[in-house]
C-alpha cells in the first residue's frame, strides 16, 4: 500500500504562548497546535510515515504552520491553502503555575472551513491507520460532515479508526458534542477518553463500567481511558488493563493526551501487544509533560528509553 | 465645558510585532495599535485631555487594550465591552528594512461592530474636536453609520471635526472608499490625507489642486496633504502653507501620520496659529519615525524642542 | 461620597528584577513595586475605586511608575511629582530557587521625601479605606510625621483605617521599628502582621494572645496575622478564627503579604462577614505566589473562583 | 525524469549567530547555513523541487540542520548521517556594524566526510541542475574526489552544472584553491564568482576578460560575475549583460550570492531569457541582504515583485 | 610561598546552554564551564587564591573563556594560548524538567592537546593544593601523561593533591578509564568520586568498603563519595564520617560535584576539621543545585550561611 | 618599575541601558561605564598594564562592577570597597534613532566619596601614565581635592598626567567646571577635550588658537581636540596636525571620546610619533561608534588594522 502509516485530519492552529499574564503584554511565541498534528508529530518522530489533511490559511501565517509540519516529516501533500480565510489562533497563558488558559480566535477560520472534497484525496491514497478528534465535528457543520465521512469510509475500507474525544467545552455544550461523538465512535476501533469526557461518547453519567461495555457492543475493540498523573486503563475484549504513569517532573500538561494516542497508535503499528502499546503510550506522555511545548519533546524511536531508570537531575555526559 | 479636548473612536487593535518573517516563528510582541487610538495617545502626552470611545472585546486582550490606553491617561469612560466578539488582530511583519507588511485579523472583530448607541453617551458628553478615520466606516455596515452619525452630530453641535482618510486597501477598494469617505468629508472641518488618498475624497484621479478647492467649497476650512519624508501641505482660504519634515534618521514610519495629526489638533487646542499648528504637526510626525513603535516614542510636552538642533549620535547627560 | 474606595499612600519604586545573580549582568526588568501600590492595585482589579497618594520623581521613571498605575486603574490624582529627588529603586535578585534578595537604592528618593501637605488633597477628598504600612513610617522623619498625621487624621473622620506592619530590617531595626508603629497602630481598626512582626506593634517578645490582647484593647477591631504557606488567623471581640492557605504551587512570594490585605480589605468593602473576607484574603494571596510578580498576577473579580477546585496542570479551553 | 529540479550537495552548517562581539558572551541563535543548503531553498521558495545531498551528523545538531531543509521543503532524502563525526560549526559574529567575522569549527565533521558514495543515488536519480560551489573540495581530500565527480557524471548525462567559485580564505590559500578549481570549471555551464574570485578558475591575476574568454573557451556557457552593490555581469558567447543591484537598505550580506545564483538558475528553469535571468538573480540577492540570515527573507514567487516600486518606510497594509 | 592557594588544570570549555529541545533551534547562552574551572572558581569567590592552567585557543572563544576566569578572580598566568587549535564545545540540552542531555565537541581541541610542558611553570610556581580529575586523562595522550605528571610532581613536592574520579562515559569506557585512574589515585592526598565511579580507582564491582580500604591502604587520606541529594560520606584512617544534603529545591545539578570538592578543598585551606570542611563542602553543593548554571550561584564568602535556616520563598529585605 | 603602564581613576557606574523609552519599562542590561574606566580598558584590550582606582560599592553591584574591569584584565588591587554607599547608576535611553539620554542616579554613591586617602596606595605604586577625567571633580567636594592632589602628586613624580575635559552638564554648570579644571590642566601634560569643552580649561568663550595657545605656555605638551565625524586636531609646540576620523557606521556615539584618548595614550606607551597616536585615537574611536556598547567593540592588538581597506557588509571567512 502506497499510503501513509497513519493519516489524521483537523485544524492545525497558530498557539501563541505567553509565559505570564496575557493582559501584562509580554512577548508571544508562535508555535503550531491542534490535537491532530501534535499525533501526527508524536508518530513521525518515531519514524512512522505521518500524513496530516485539512485546511490552512494561505498566508504568512499558515505557512508557518507548513513549516513546521514539514519540519517534523509530516506529509502534508493533501493540505488544501484556503486563500479567503485565516489561521486559527489560540492564546495559551500561564494563568498561574498550575493553570494554563486559552483564549481562542478561530471562528471562520480557514481550517473550520474544512469539507468532504478536502479529504477525499488522502483518503483515496489509503493508510493504516486514520485518527480523529472530538474538536473537528465542533469546527462548523461542514467539518462534522467531513469528519464523519472520513470516519465511516475509512472503517469501510478496513482502515483501523482512532478517535480521541478530545472535548472543548469552548466550542460546544457536552449535549452538543455527546450527540455527535456518540454516532462517530460507532466507526471507531480505537476510542481514547479521559476519564471525565467517557460519557460524550454514551450515556449521560453512566459509570465508566457501563460505558465501556456500550462501545464494545457497539464494535469499538479498544477503550483507552487517560487518567492524568495516574496513568490510564485499557479495555478490550479480553477485560481491563492499567498503566501507570512514568514518574517524571510534569512542567506542562498540554499535548499529554494526544502524545499518549501517538505513542499508542505507534505501538499498533510496530504489532506490540496491548501492554506495549500502553508502555509507548505512557512514555511518550511522560515526555510531553516533562518539557515545555505541546509536542517540542517528543521522543525520537532512539529515545524511548531516555526515562527509564533515570534520577531527577541527571545528565548525560 | 466638562468633555475632553479631544474625543475620538475606532478599533483599536492588538498589533503583533515580528521582527523578521513571520513564516520563521520568531517572538512576537504584542502592542496597542489603531489610528485613532495613535492620536489620542499623541494627545494625551502633551497634557491634553483625549477620550477614545469603541467596542472592545472582553477578554484578556481587550484588557490588554485599555490597560495601555488608560497608561497613557487616555479616558476610556465610554468603551463598551463587547462580550461575544474577540479582539481585532493585525499581524506587523517588518518583511525587509525598507518594507513592513500587515496581516489583518479584525473581520467579526467586537471593534468592527461599533454602533451609534455605543457613540451616544461619549458624543453627549460633548468635546473640543472629534477625530475621525477613513478606516472605521471599512469596518461593517454598522461602524459606517456610527461614523457618519458621530459626524454630523459633532459638526451640528459646534465641534470640530477631523477626518483622516487613512485608506485601508485590504480592508475595501478606492471606489468604495471613496463612495463613503466623499459624503463623511462633508461633516470635517480638517480633513487629513496622504498625497495619493486624497481623490478618494473627491473625484477620482483628480489633481491636488482641483481636489483640495472642492474640499474648500464643501465647507473644509483646512486641508492636510501628507507627504512623508518630504513633509506636509496646508490649504486653506488663504492659500497653499508648506512644512518640512524634521531632518531625523527614520527607523519605523508607521503611525507617522496619526502622530501628524495628533500635533496638529494639539496645535489648534493650544491656539497656535497655522504656522505653529504644522511645525507641531512635523515634529510629532518625526519623533514617530524616529522610534519603533506606532506611538511609543511620541514626546511629552517638555520633550517637544528635544530634536531641535540637535546633531547624530548626541548624547544628553 | 466622591472619594474613592481606598486610599493609600506610600512609595512607589521600580523594582528591577533579575533572573539570576545580579553580579553575572542579565537583563533587567523594571516593575512597579511597593506594598501600597500593590494593595491598590489588588483592589482596582477586583472593580474598586482604589487611589494612591505619593511622591514620584518627576522623570522617566517617575512617569513609568505612573504609567503602571494608571494602566491598572489606580487613580493617582494626588499624586505629587518631585523634580528634585529620583525615583526608588530596589534590585531583585532570585538568589537561590528559594531565596529572594532585595538590594534597596532609595535613600533620599523622591518617595521617602513624602510630608503632610502631600497628603492633604487626597485625605480631605476622604475615602471608605484608608490603607498604610510600616515602611513609610521608616523612609524619613517628614513620612514618618505624615503617616501619623494621615492616620490620626482618617480615623478621627470616620475613616476604617488599616496598618500592616511590614517590617523592613533593611532600613530599620525592629526596636526603632517598634517605637514607632505602636503608637501608629493606635489610630488602625485593622492591624495586619506576619507572626514575627506582631511584637513590633506591642511588647517586645511578648506572645501572640498577649500581643493581639493588648491591640484588641487599643481600638484596633481586627488584627490579622499573616503565617505564609500556613494561612491565616484573624483576631476579634469575638474570637480567633483561621483560614488555610489555598493550595497552589507557590513561584513567587513576593507581594503575597500585600495580595491578602487586598483580599481583606475587598471583603469588607462587599460587605463580607469575617470568614468571607478571610476568604477572599487567602485567593489573592494565593494568586499572588502563583505566578511572578508583585502584583501581576492578581484575579479581576470573574476570576476569583479560578483556582477553586483545579488540579495542577488543568488547562482551561 | 523523476528526479529534482535541482540537486546540489555540500556541507550544512549549524551557524551561531551573535549579536554583538562573541567575548561578550551574549546569546548565540542557530542557523542553517551553507551556500549549497542556501541555495537549495532560494529554489525551493519559488517552487522549484529542490534537494540536497551530503553528510549530516546524526545527533541533534544534525536533527536540526535537517528540519530547517525539510521546513523549506528542500528533499533530503539522500542526506547521509554520519553516526561518528560532529557537525560543523561556524560562529558569526557582528563585530561591527559593517564587518561580519566567521569563525569555523568544522575540520573533521561529517560534512566534511563527504565521499563519492554518498552521492551515488543523487545522481542516479538525476536532476535538471546540478549545483556545487569551490568550498566543497576545500573540505578535505574525499570531499574534493566527490566533487569532482558529481560535477564529471552530471555533465556527461547532460545536466547542467553550475559552480560557484565561494573561495573561503580559512580552508585554502588561492593558489590551493585555483589548482583543484580550474579543472573543475571545465565540467561546469554557468561558473558564478565574485570579481576577486574569477582567477581562482583561470590565471593568476589575469583581468575580467581574459579570465572570461578562456573559461568560454573550455566550454563554460555562461559567466557570472557578482558585484555585490554594483549589481552583476553575464558573460556567454552573445557578449556581455550588465545588471543593477535593486535600491535596497542592505543590513546582512551573508548569503547575497548564493541568493543571487538560486535567482538566475530559478530563471533558467524557467525558460526565462538571459535579461530575466539576471533580473531574478539580483531580485533574490536583494531580499537577501535587506534582511537578518543567510536566507530566511528570500521570496515566496508571489513575493518577487515586492520590492519594485517601493518607497523606504512603506507599509503594506 | 607565594604560589596560589590552589592551582588546578585541565579543559576549560565553551558550554552553550539550550533552554529546550536543541533541535528546536532555540538561543543558546554561552557559559564558561569544566570541572577543574568550577573548583577553581568555587575557591576564588571565597576569597581563595586560585590558579588555572591548561591550553586555550587563541580566538574569540578562548578569550570568552579567560574573560570568564578573570572575572572571577581565577588567576591565568600560566595558560596557554593555542593559536592552531580551536575550543572545546559542548552543548548542554534540557531535555526533560529532570534530564539534561549533553553533546561535545572537544576532539582535537586546544584543551585537550595539553602537555607535561604547558604545566611546568605552574608547578614550579607551587601551590598549597593541586586539585585534577579524572576528566584530563581522558581527552588525549598527552593530556594524559600531563596529568600524571603533574600529580606525582606536585605529591613529591609536598603538596596536597586531589582527584576526583568525574567519569565521562562519553569520552571513554569504565575499564579504560580505571586502568588509568587507579595508579593516578596513588598520587593523591583526597579523592573524590561518586558512589558508582569508586570502582574506577580500585577493583570493579568491588563495594564500597573494600573500595575504601584500599585507597586509604595506598596512603590516600581521605576518600570522599559524593551521592547527590542524600549527602556525602568521608573516610579516613578515623573512620566514616556522613553529611546530609542542605534541604533546597534543585534546580540544576552541574557542577555540583565541583562545588562539593571547592568546599571540601576551602575548608581545609581554612584548616577546618574534617566536620566543618564536609560542612562547607554540601554547603557549596547546595549553593550549586539551588540556582541555574555550573558555577554562576556559588557563595561568596559572606554568604556562606544564606542557606541556613531559611524557608522557601523567603525575601531578605 | 613596578607599577602599571597606566593609571586611571574615577567613578564606575552600572549604565542600565534600554533599547526603548525608559517609560514603557522593556528590559535593561547592566554594563559597566565610566569615562575613566572605558580608558583603563581600552588600554588593557591593546595589552598595556592598566590599573583602575577609586570607591565601589561593597555590594552585588559593585561585585559586577569589578567582575567586568577583570575580565578586560584591568588591575583592581587598589579599589576600595564601599560598605554603607551605593553604586553609582545610571539609565541610559535610546529616546530617538539619533539621540540618547541620560539619567544619573549617582549623588552620594560610593564612587563620589573617593579622598585622598583612597588613592595614595595607587599612586605610591607609581605608572607611567595617570589619566584622570573632569568628571570626577564634579562628584564631591572630597572627590575634587582627590583629583588635585593626584595631579599634583603624578605630575611631580616625572608622571605623565593626562586629562579629559568631559563635561557633563547633569552634574555642574560650565562655570563651576571651569573655575575646578583651569588650574587643574596646570599639572597635565596632555589635554583632550571635544570642541565646545576647550574653554573650560581657559577663557569662557575664548576661541581655539587662543585657548591652546595659553595650555601650552601653561605647561600643557599636547593639546587634543576631539570633533566627532570630523576626526581630531592635535597641537603641541611643533603645531597642528589633523586627522581624519574612519569612514564606519556610526551606531553607538557613547564612549568613543574615551576611545579616541585610550589610543592616543596607548600610541604614546608605545613611543609612537604624534601622526601614528592620532592615528591610533581615531581607530580606536572608530571601533567605539561602530558597535553597541560603551566600550564593548573596542579592539585587540591584533583587530587594530580591522578596519582598514574594508567596505561596508564585508564578511572575513
Not at 5 to 15: C, Q, R, Y
Not at 92 to 107: F, I
Not at 249 to 258: E, I, K, L, N, Q
Request: negative net charge; glycine residues 12%; proline residues 4%.
Amino acid at each position: 500500500m502506497s499510503g501513509p502509516d497513519l493519516l489524521t485530519f483537523g485544524e492545525a492552529l497558530v498557539s501563541l504562548r505567553s509565559a505570564g499574564p496575557l493582559t501584562a503584554g509580554g512577548a508571544l511565541t508562535p508555535h503550531l497546535a491542534g490535537a491532530e498534528a501534535n499525533v501526527a508529530i508524536g508518530l513521525a518522530r518515531l519514524g512512522h510515515r505521518a500524513a496530516f489533511a485539512g485546511r490552512v490559511s494561505d498566508d504568512e501565517l499558515g505557512t508557518f504552520l507548513l513549516r513546521q509540519l514539514r519540519a517534523e516529516g509530516v506529509d502534508v501533500t493533501h493540505v488544501v491553502r484556503d486563500p479567503g480565510r485565516p489561521a486559527g489562533l489560540m492564546f495559551l497563558e500561564r494563568r498561574t503555575a498550575d493553570l494554563t488558559r486559552v483564549l481562542y480566535q478561530r471562528a471562520g477560520s480557514a481550517g473550520s472551513a474544512l469539507g468532504v472534497d478536502d479529504l477525499r484525496p488522502a483518503l483515496a491514497a489509503g493508510a493504516r491507520v486514520l485518527h480523529l478528534t472530538g474538536i473537528t465535528p465542533a469546527l462548523s457543520a461542514g467539518a462534522r460532515e467531513a469528519a464523519g465521512w472520513a470516519a465511516e469510509t475509512a472503517a469501510r475500507a478496513g482502515t483501523l479508526v482512532c478517535l480521541d474525544v478530545n472535548h472543548r467545552s469552548k466550542l460546544w455544550s457536552r449535549d452538543a458534542a455527546r450527540a455527535v461523538l456518540t454516532p462517530l465512535a460507532g466507526h471507531a476501533s480505537v476510542v481514547v477518553a479521559s476519564d471525565d469526557e467517557l460519557d460524550l461518547v454514551g450515556a449521560p453519567g453512566a459509570d465508566e463500567e457501563t460505558l465501556v461495555t456500550g462501545l464494545l457492543a457497539r464494535g469499538v475493540s479498544t477503550v483507552l481511558v487517560k487518567r492524568g498523573g495516574e496513568g490510564a486503563r485499557a479495555y478490550t475484549a479480553d477485560g481491563r488493563r492499567d498503566a501507570a504513569a512514568l514518574p517524571v517532573t510534569a512542567v506542562d500538561t498540554v499535548g499529554a493526551g494526544d502524545a499518549f494516542t501517538a505513542g499508542y497508535l505507534s505501538g499498533h503499528l510496530d504489532g506490540l501487544d496491548l501492554a506495549g502499546r500502553l508502555r509507548r503510550a505512557v512514555t511518550l506522555g511522560a515526555f510531553a509533560v516533562a518539557g515545555h511545548g505541546d509536542w517540542e519533546t517528543l521522543p525520537r524511536r532512539d529515545e524511548l528509553s531516555l526515562l527509564d531508570s533515570r534520577q531527577p537531575g541527571d545528565t548525560l555526559r
